[in-house]
């Protein structure tokens, strides 16, 4: 019998200190970009979204690709393009860490709307309130120290 997989992955991670690097023009050739290297590790970004000073993706993971190395791929190569293509972002750097929460086929649809609705989401909302909520949903333990 083949392998058959579905692991679907919301991932979010931040700008170096959560600086506003990622201005809408930047956005518009960041997202596409991160697509690109998704497909060409075997991932399939289904939706990327985010604002100033992080990013979301939906992820589908292939079996053979773990999730700490999607994210090196993901946030390493992204960050080598950035300095290559805006020479004035130098400066530029993703933070250390990253959340990644499983979601179930069901929870695509939301997903999706919720990425696409991050404008308007984080007039409201400080990313490191999305992140603790993220966080509590899913059950895991942090410290703020965890968060800066």
Known sequence: MHSFVSCLM?????TKERRP??????QDRLWPYLGGIA??????ALKIGGVEDH???LLSLPSTLAIAKAM???KGNSSKWIHETFPKLKAFEWQEGYGAFSIGVSGVEDTIKYIENQVEHHRKQLFKDE???????HGLEFEE???D
Do not use: C, G
């Open 145 to 147: 120290w965890m968060l």
């Open 21 to 26: 690097w990622i201005t809408p023009d930047i």
């Open 39 to 44: 497909r060409e590790n075997k991932m399939k």
């Open 55 to 57: 990013v979301h993706i």
């Open 10 to 14: 919301h991932v979010v991670y931040s």
């Open 72 to 74: 090196q791929l993901l």
């Open 131 to 137: 992140l603790k909520a993220f966080l509590k949903k």
